[in-house]
């Protein structure tokens, strides 16, 4: 079957500027996320949608970040505007049920997104 | 945050020996997980333990749970080259909205 596709792989933008990242999840898979790995560090959980709704973003810093996942299969993350540690990979995965359940997570190959 | 927390950081072994990865998490959990990182294939899901299994395996890998000490360890018997990479353990709680939360990471090199 087809895995996570996440578009672009890499993206080179200056502060200030504004990016957008695109994710679409293993077909049927009713729960998605977008994480955020910063170097040396563990996926940082941003946003977690069950279907098109939003299950938890307590993590996502709102004033500049946003994400749609529209008609409950593909999804974008935005950042308006971009800081200097927003630097990292982001990671888009899906599962077919939450994860926190014991349900296995399937991971894109990411977005490594530099700020200059 | 991240309620894992892998020990070592890093570890580097000869191929054929046995590497042991540690994970402590500090709140209560349904579920484990194991997941690997490396440049190639980019993040895994390795093996899932529940918070009543006490022990798993699969393949070169086994996974424990100690509930009472709230932590877990991973075992790669027989490493190979191509068991390079970070490993990081996800805990799943009963709270919450059902997210999986990861750990730092543990970076294992194996030398051929």
């Known amino acids: 079957e087809a895995g996570v596709a996440q578009s672009p792989r890499y993206k080179i933008i200056e502060k200030r500027q504004s990016v957008a990242f695109w994710c679409n999840p293993i077909?049927?898979?009713?729960?998605l996320y977008w994480y955020q790995q910063i170097l040396g560090q563990g996926p940082k959980l941003l946003i977690q949608?069950?279907?098109?709704?939003?299950?938890?973003d307590s993590q996502l810093p709102k004033d500049r970040f946003s994400a749609e996942r529209l008609k409950g299969v593909d999804s974008t993350l935005k950042i308006q505007p971009a800081k200097l540690e927003d630097s990292a990979v982001y990671l888009c995965?899906?599962?077919?049920?939450?994860?926190?359940?014991?349900?296995?997570?399937?991971f894109g190959p990411g977005t490594r997104l530099l700020v200059l | 945050s991240q309620q894992g927390e892998e020990d070592p950081q890093a570890l580097s072994i000869q191929e054929g020996e046995n590497a042991t990865m540690n994970c402590s998490y500090k709140?209560?959990?349904?579920?484990l997980q194991w997941y690997r990182q490396n440049s190639g294939r980019g993040l895994v899901h390795l093996i899932l333990?529940?918070?009543?299994?006490r022990e798993k395996h699969s393949g070169r890998l086994r996974v424990t749970l100690d509930t009472s000490k709230k932590s877990s360890s991973l075992l790669i018997t027989a490493s190979r080259a191509a068991d390079t990479a970070s490993y990081f353990c996800?805990?799943?709680?009963?709270?919450?909205?059902?997210?999986?939360?990861f750990g730092k990471g543990t970076m294992l090199l194996v030398s051929p």
């Open positions: 333990i529940r918070s009543n299994e």
């Open positions: 949608f069950q279907n098109n709704g939003v299950v938890d």
């Open positions: 995965a899906s599962s077919l049920g939450a994860s926190g359940m014991g349900e296995t997570q399937y």
């Open positions: 709140t209560s959990i349904n579920n």
């Open positions: 077909s049927g898979h009713a729960t």
């Open positions: 996800a805990t799943g709680s009963f709270s919450g909205y059902s997210t999986l939360t």
